[in-house]
């Protein structure tokens, strides 16, 4: 971990990150038009580089609002191939730099059938269904405590925040809870029909492993879905990863504007 802060602070200098944003399918569009220094995760020391579509593959250091804030240009999945540690290494690498509040985006599709696709989802809660957590195996004191409450993990003054701004924002924004799959599968209409009774509103692949880390950290999180499709169990739809990059780009200019309205508020 000193090899990797070392080799960042060697890029950054004094820039010293106080929000952190994981931009998850789609969404990557904010760290180009916000971009005062990236640095390609091929470069850094202990991280890995995303192979899924949509997701660039850099970190990037912006003044935004006047904040310092660092934005992972996609992430690393679970179902790629990689270990839990591997897949949450950069929030604790956001951890040391400084970083407060990290605010977490996904694409995610409807279990809630009062969804629709492109409307946004504010994370209250999640499931962890992956059948591992990040957390397992030694633990490092100076990060967090062996067992770490996860009583409120999406802070409820940051939920009320997060609100006041899709309202100014004339954003129609659902608040709901997240239930995390190991994919790339996508759901079968009985496991839809299991989330929906386990009390989930949308699903996805990432995102509670990295909710996980940043809360035993110590950080602040925000969680915010893009629901790609709409709430779907015995039909026969089909869904397909272009589809959820069709819908995220639908939707991207007021998740846009979200991100940027709670970054300029926080």
Do not use: W
């Not at 003044?63 to 950069?90: C, L, W």
């Not at 509103?201 to 602040?220: L, Q, R, W």
């Amino acid at each position: 971990m000193n090899k990797t802060i070392d080799f960042l602070n060697g890029k950054i200098g004094s820039f010293r990150p106080k929000i952190g944003v994981i931009l998850g399918s789609g969404l990557g569009e904010l760290a180009d038009e916000y971009c005062d220094i990236s640095v390609p995760y091929s470069e850094i020391p202990g991280f890995i580089t995303s192979t899924v579509k949509g997701h660039k593959g850099r970190l990037v250091f912006a003044d935004i609002a006047g904040k310092p804030v660092v934005m992972m240009q996609g992430r690393n999945h679970f179902y790629e191939g990689h270990s839990m540690s591997d897949i949450t290494y950069p929030v604790k690498i956001m951890k040391k730099l400084g970083v407060d509040v990290l605010i977490l985006t996904n694409a995610a599709g409807a279990v809630n059938e009062s969804y629709k696709p492109a409307d946004l989802m504010l994370l209250k809660d999640h499931i962890n269904c992956m059948g591992s957590n990040p957390l397992i195996g030694p633990n490092d004191d100076s990060m967090g405590e062996r067992f770490p409450d996860m009583s409120e993990i999406y802070k409820k003054d940051l939920r009320e925040l997060v609100k006041r701004c899709a309202e100014n924002l004339n954003i129609d924004l659902k608040e709901g809870v997240y239930l995390a799959n190991t994919g790339p599968s996508y759901e079968t209409p009985a496991e839809i029909h299991m989330a929906r009774l386990l009390g989930a509103d949308a699903i996805g692949m990432s995102t509670v492993p990295e909710a996980i880390v940043a809360n035993y950290c110590g950080m602040k999180v925000i969680g915010i879905s893009c629901i790609s499709n709409a709430a779907s169990s015995d039909n026969g739809d089909k869904l397909s990863h272009s589809e959820v990059i069709e819908t995220t780009n639908k939707a991207k200019a007021k998740f846009k504007s979200l991100i940027l309205k709670i970054i300029e508020c926080l």
